[in-house]
Structure formats: structure tokens, C-alpha cells
């Protein structure tokens, strides 16, 4: 019995997956494997300690046909830094001409293999397989990760030689192919980090770092793969709204090979000539971009120093990249906010419960902490200095100062839509202190921005919106915005890219592009909110199965480490960008919260709607 499927599915090691232990690296090698027949059980390995190294073994001296393409298949599941032995399994003109780099598709197991009956039954210099499977993500040539769904099919054609008197494969798959948890076991997910081209912070007008997530091989020098990847610019999702510091045709160094940090953790990176000649400032500002993506990676690197054509530009540590800009996931909220049990504005500590310590909730200063209206949902600045409610028929957008003494006014917005359900979604605050809300009238569904929460509303153009909004929250950012999108009964998370057209505080024409599924498995969203720079909280049910709430990548991955413990009956969910933040959730036992480590705890038993500041 092929050792591939014994044990009925999941993988026992076969050829170029029988892995000997050799120190922290193991070796794949010595199996014996099928003669001949379609190939099966190319499934993706268990996973494996993530500390250990794996290294495939090159094709062994008459191979036949159906060991080449199973040991070329478990190559590219190695930790091979350029794919050499994957190469072996190649003509010399296909090894050539082959770019794993183009593109890593994921299926939902290993890639199987069925033998392609020869044309001419006498043709014996040749054969073919196609690799079937079912795709789950492609990784692009930007590292970009995209869900993707169908099947995979791809032929695979080996030719004998007549030299050599050995089968290899003269006409590969297109990049790099592999189960899921083998991609898991391979690449890392690590945030890279641009400017936002037109949005500043309102409390203090600093640039704002936008995170731009990518997969790295995992063991294969990740920082270097981040550095260049860094350098290379902007994925194409993000690109219309992110600027870089890096002048045009910056790259490392000809000739480097390698970056690690030295004994003091400074990190040196050698450019290119096309950053000789810039200035202190922007010099700084390209260190602060190198140290927000490599922090991410690694707590190793605390200062970075940048050369460029054999000289010193310049040296920061993270003190002076926080100076230069601001990230969501630093901005700490002094306050939760929620709608309490007499329908007002109120609110906690943000960091009580954390260490068993208990505070009681209390009306906010203002109007919205008054009771003169009834709250449904709420929302308030990044600031913590301004907040808007929805009335509790949904009708209403009233916004008011958090100081005792302010007056509320006349609301701001009034929809005309028959139910609460089909009136204002919950609004939600941007980094420049613009309100944004979604009316959900049938007749004229719309999606408004308040600028400073005032005025008249601007409406925002959503070109490629099929369907009706139902929930929204921007990102810290300022340039992302997740939207809860119904159709047809169906609910789907959505983010998409804020485009502002016209200088920082001129009149702008605003509009809301590019918008990608995050979680296409879902059937029904609940509710959701950002929690970190690239990674949102989600709570919904797949189709037939039952509410689960769990973590989600903006790109539509799934993020390592264990998903939120278990609650049940969660209508509303809160996140703050700072990890150190406990989740904070409204279900069947009111407002309740998660400290790290802990168990869900009791906020307020007649409390709905939590939000963090955003």
C-alpha cells in the first residue's frame, strides 16, 4: 500500500516526506514509492515545529516518472532559500525558465496527480500528470494573499533524456503549488508599512502609517524577504492611497545577501545609490517605515541605520519612528463607551477588569450622557472629546461634545426608511474626525461622511457595492473601511480603500474602491470591529452551522494563535487597536469583557452596543 494513504487521509509520509531528524533541520529522503499508476496523496504535511528547518532530498538515480513529480511537488514544501533542489527535478531549460516566484496557489490538501493516458499507446519518451485539487488562496508576485475557490488544474510533462537516460519535468506548474497546512507551515504573515497619501491625524497632524500585510517564507531570512518586499512598493490594493519615503528604484545594495541585526540590536541597511542624496527628514521617515515593518516581524531590531552609496544617511529608534507617525495599534483609548440600561451614553475605564479590579459605569459628560434621547448605538471620536448616538428607532443622528453643560441641537440626519432596520447603521469616526454613517433606506440607500461631524453630509461614491450596507467601521488608518454587506438574506464582510480627491482640508470628493471579501465562508455577519492594524474581530455562521467569533486578516486570511473564547448569543462586538485592550462584547449577559488570559467578565448587565473610540 502507497504509504501516502494508509491510515485513510491524512498523511503518513511518503518519498520526499519521510524527514530524519538532523539537528534543527530534517532531511526528506528514502521511501519507496510506486512504479507506476496516478499518483494520490500528495497531501499537505502535519504541521511542524516552526523552529525546524526542512529540506527536501534531490531525485534519486533512475527515478521513475511518478517519483519525480511527487519529490518536485514536496520540494516546494521545503525550506529551500531559492528552490534549487526543486530545480533538480527540472530539464536545465525548465529550471531556467521556471519562476516560483509568480505565484503560490493553496488547496485545501496536497495537490493530487492523475496519470494523462498517452496519445500514441507506442510513445514511451514521455508522460504527463494534471494536478487537481481544490484552490483556497493564491499568494501573487507582490506577496499578496487573495481567497480564491474552484478547482486547480494544471498538467505536469516530463520528458526522458536520452543523455542523461533520466525522466525529468520540461513543462512545470506555473509557480508554486501546496496544501494548506503546508502554506501555514511555510509563510508568515507580516504587516509592511506605508504613509497614507492624503489623511492626517486630527489630534495631532502627524503622517499615519498604513499597515500592508504580506506572506514570507517563514525560515527562509524573512527580514530580508520584508526589507526588499518594503522596498519593492506598495501591493496594488493599497497602492492608490499609501505614499513611500524610499526614493524610485531604491533596493538594497548589489551584492547583499543578507540583514541581521548586530549585538546592540541595530539593524544596518545598505542602499542602493538612488537614496544617496536625501534629506535628514525624509531619511527618518524611510528608518521609521523600516521600523514599524521589521517590529513587526521581529522585537530584535530596535534602531535602525540606513547607507546608501557607501555613506551614513542617518540613524532612529522607535522613539523617533512614533514621532514621525502614528499607528492605530499604539493609540491606547482611556475609555469603553457603551448605551447603558436607561438608553444614555456611558462609560469605564478602558484598562479596569484587567487586573481584577472593577469599575462602575457612569453617564459621560454632555448631552448624550443626559438621557434627553434614547440611544440605540453610538460612537465616539478618536479623540474621546466628540460623540454621536443613533436615536432608538434607528431615525436619528444627533453628534455632541463629551463636556457637562454642551447642548445636543436638532440631529444631523434624519432617514425616512419604514423600520430601524432599514434606518442609520451604527457611525463611525475617522483619524482626521470625520463621521461616517450609512443610511440603509431601500429607496435611497446612501453612505455619508460628516466632515468633523457637521454640516452637510457628502455622500460617498461606492462603485462596485452590490448590495446594502448594514454595518461600518474605518479603519485607525483613516484609508480602509469595513463594510457588512446584505443581499439576498446573505451578509458579507467587505473592506475597501478610502480615495479622497482634493487637498486635506479643502472639499473633497470622497469615494470607497476596491472592495474585497474577507470572509467569503460566511453566510451571516453579526457584527465586527477593527482589532489591530491589518486584523479584524468578525462574529458569524457559516451556512447550517452555529455563531462563532473569530479573528480575520483584511486580505481574507486567517491569522495564527487560538480565535476569541467562546460566547454565545453575541449581538455587538468592540475592539481597540492596542492589543494590551480587552475585547469587549454585548451578548446575552449585557456588556462583558475578555482581559488576556482570563475569562469573559461582567461590564454591565444592562448595557448594548460597546465601542471603543473610532
Request: proline share 7%; charged share 25%.
Amino acid at each position: 500500500m502507497d504509504a501516502d494513504r494508509e491510515g485513510g487521509g491524512r498523511r503518513t509520509p511518503g518519498r520526499a516526506a519521510v524527514y530524519a531528524a538532523c539537528g534543527a533541520v530534517l532531511l526528506a529522503g528514502c521511501a519507496s514509492m510506486p512504479d507506476s499508476g496516478d499518483l494520490r496523496g500528495v497531501d499537505s504535511t502535519p504541521r511542524q515545529d516552526t523552529q525546524v528547518r526542512v529540506f527536501a532530498m534531490p531525485p534519486q538515480e533512475d527515478a521513475e516518472p511518478t517519483d519525480i513529480v511527487q519529490g518536485f511537488l514536496e520540494a516546494l514544501t521545503s525550506d529551500d532559500p531559492n528552490y534549487e533542489t526543486a530545480r533538480k527535478y527540472l530539464t536545465a531549460s525548465a529550471a531556467k525558465q521556471w519562476q516560483p516566484g509568480l505565484s503560490t496557489t493553496v488547496l485545501d490538501d496536497g495537490p493530487g496527480a492523475d496519470v494523462v493516458p498517452p496519445a500514441d499507446r507506442q510513445q514511451s519518451d514521455d508522460k504527463s500528470f494534471t494536478l487537481v485539487g481544490t484552490k483556497v488562496a493564491v499568494v501573487d508576485a507582490q506577496q499578496s494573499y487573495s481567497p480564491a475557490s474552484g478547482e486547480y488544474r494544471e498538467t505536469v510533462h516530463l520528458v526522458h533524456d536520452k543523455k542523461t537516460k533520466q525522466w525529468r519535468i520540461d513543462s512545470p506548474p506555473r509557480g508554486v503549488v501546496m496544501g494548506k497546512s503546508d502554506f501555514q507551515r511555510n509563510y508568515v504573515s507580516v504587516n509592511k508599512y506605508y504613509f497614507a497619501s492624503n489623511t492626517k491625524s486630527a489630534t495631532a497632524p502627524q503622517t499615519v502609517a498604513v499597515a500592508d500585510p504580506v506572506y514570507v517564507r517563514e525560515r527562509v531570512d524573512p527580514m530580508t524577504q520584508l526589507v526588499r518586499s518594503l522596498l519593492s512598493g506598495p501591493t496594488s490594493w493599497l497602492d492608490p492611497v499609501v505614499r513611500t519615503s524610499f526614493p524610485t528604484g531604491t533596493a538594497l545594495r548589489s551584492g547583499v545577501s543578507a540583514l541581521a541585526p548586530d549585538d546592540r540590536s541595530t539593524l544596518t541597511v545598505p542602499l542602493n545609490a538612488k537614496a544617496r542624496n536625501v534629506g535628514t527628514d525624509q531619511c527618518k521617515a524611510m528608518a521609521a517605515q523600516l521600523l514599524f515593518t521589521l517590529q513587526n516581524l521581529t522585537p530584535a531590531v530596535d534602531d535602525v541605520e540606513l547607507q546608501a552609496g557607501g555613506r551614513h544617511l542617518c540613524t532612529a529608534a522607535e522613539s523617533d519612528a512614533n514621532g514621525d507617525a502614528t499607528r492605530g495599534s499604539v493609540e491606547r483609548p482611556e475609555f469603553l463607551y457603551f448605551v447603558d440600561g436607561e438608553h444614555r451614553l456611558a462609560r469605564v475605564p478602558a484598562d479596569a477588569g484587567g487586573s481584577g479590579t472593577k469599575a462602575d459605569a457612569v453617564p459621560v459628560p454632555g448631552a448624550l450622557g443626559d438621557g434627553d434621547k434614547d440611544l440605540r448605538s453610538v460612537a465616539v471620536s478618536r479623540d474621546e472629546h466628540t460623540a454621536a448616538g443613533v436615536g432608538i428607532d434607528g431615525k436619528a443622528l444627533y453628534v455632541g461634545s463629551l463636556v457637562s453643560g454642551g447642548s445636543l441641537g436638532e440631529p444631523v440626519l434624519v432617514s425616512y426608511g419604514k423600520t430601524a432596520e432599514d434606518r442609520l447603521t451604527t457611525p463611525s469616526w475617522d483619524t482626521e474626525g470625520d463621521l461616517w454613517v450609512a443610511d440603509r433606506n431601500p429607496v435611497d440607500p446612501r453612505l455619508l461622511l460628516f466632515k468633523e461631524g457637521a454640516g452637510k453630509p457628502l455622500e460617498v461614491e461606492t462603485p462596485g457595492l452590490d448590495g446594502r450596507i448594514k454595518d461600518l467601521r474605518v479603519a485607525a488608518d483613516g484609508v480602509r473601511i469595513a463594510l457588512v454587506v446584505e443581499k439576498g438574506g446573505k451578509q458579507s464582510l467587505f473592506i475597501g480603500r478610502i480615495e479622497r480627491e482634493g487637498r486635506t482640508g479643502d472639499p473633497q470628493s470622497v469615494s470607497v474602491r476596491g472592495l474585497r471579501s474577507t470572509t467569503p465562508d460566511l453566510e451571516e455577519v453579526t457584527t465586527m470591529s477593527w482589532a489591530g492594524d491589518s486584523r479584524l474581530v468578525v462574529v458569524g455562521r457559516e451556512q447550517g452551522g452555529v455563531q462563532q467569533t473569530r479573528y480575520v486578516q483584511v486580505d481574507g486570511s486567517t491569522p495564527e494563535g487560538p480565535p476569541p473564547a467562546a460566547l454565545t448569543g453575541v449581538k455587538g462586538i468592540a475592539a481597540s487597536g492596542d492589543d494590551e485592550m480587552p475585547l469587549v462584547a454585548y451578548s446575552e449577559d449585557g456588556i462583558v469583557r475578555l482581559p488576556s488570559g482570563a475569562q469573559w467578565q461582567k461590564v454591565d448587565a444592562d448595557g448594548t452596543a460597546p465601542v471603543y473610540p473610532g
